[in-house]
Each structure stands twice: as C-alpha cells, then as structure tokens.
C-alpha cells in the first residue's frame, strides 16, 4: 500500500512539472511575439538615406528610426514632404521597437524650432 502511495504521489508531481514546463514555454513564445508601441524625440544628428534610416539624438542617446514608403511625414497636422527634413531638425518619431530597440517609424513629425 505504502508503495502505491509513493508511486502515485510521484507520478502527480510528474505529470504537474511537464504542464508547468509546457505552459512556461508557450508564455514566453507569446511575449515575444508582439512588437512594442513606441515614440522618440530628438534632433535629427545623421541621415542615410539608401538605408532609409534615420539617426535621432535625445541628449547623449541616439537611436536609429527606420522609414519606408509607407511612413508618414507631417508637420502638426498636416502632411508634408520628406525633402522639409534635414539634419539637426527636431522630429517625434512614431512607430514599433524591434527586438534591438530600433523604431520603424509610421510617422515622423516635423517640430518647429
């Protein structure tokens, strides 16, 4: 009897240590999934543009905002075009953070100086 007890009392924790396992790794694939809503806003400091990458200083922190076609380029409300930024203008970038904490921008806002 005391056997069966201890066999059973083993096969519980067994079978409740797998579900933990399996659970713990769908958590974490689910997490990593989603990309992070983000902004930043700084000083344009360096612009590739075969890249299409932009280089944006906050104070001693630079980031890098990627854009494509489908990024908007405004100033307050209105759209405007892309060749009215230049470097050292000041932008709030809108967009998603990456897994390396780069933002692909959805939109870049012109701010007046």
Same mark, same amino acid.
């Given at each position: ?19 933990? !396992?399996?659970?713990?790794? &769908? ?29 944006? &200083? ?7 905002? /990627? /854009?494509?076609?489908?990024? &908007? ?10 060749? &009215? ?20 921008a959805t939109r870049?806002?012109?701010?007046? !100086?």
């Open positions: 009897m005391r056997k069966v007890v201890i066999f059973l009392l083993f096969a519980v924790f067994a079978w409740a240590g797998y579900g933990l !396992r399996t659970a713990v790794a &769908q958590d974490t694939q689910q997490k990593a999934t989603p990309a992070t809503q983000g902004r930043w806003h700084g000083v344009i400091a360096r612009w590739d543009k075969e890249k299409s990458v932009l280089d944006v &200083q906050k104070g001693n922190a630079v980031r890098k905002v /990627y /854009y494509d076609s489908s990024t &908007q380029w405004t100033e307050g409300t209105k759209t405007i075009d892309m060749s &009215q930024f230049k470097e050292g203008s000041e932008v709030n970038c809108v967009g998603t953070y990456d897994k390396n904490s780069d933002l692909h870049i806002d012109l701010k007046p !100086r």
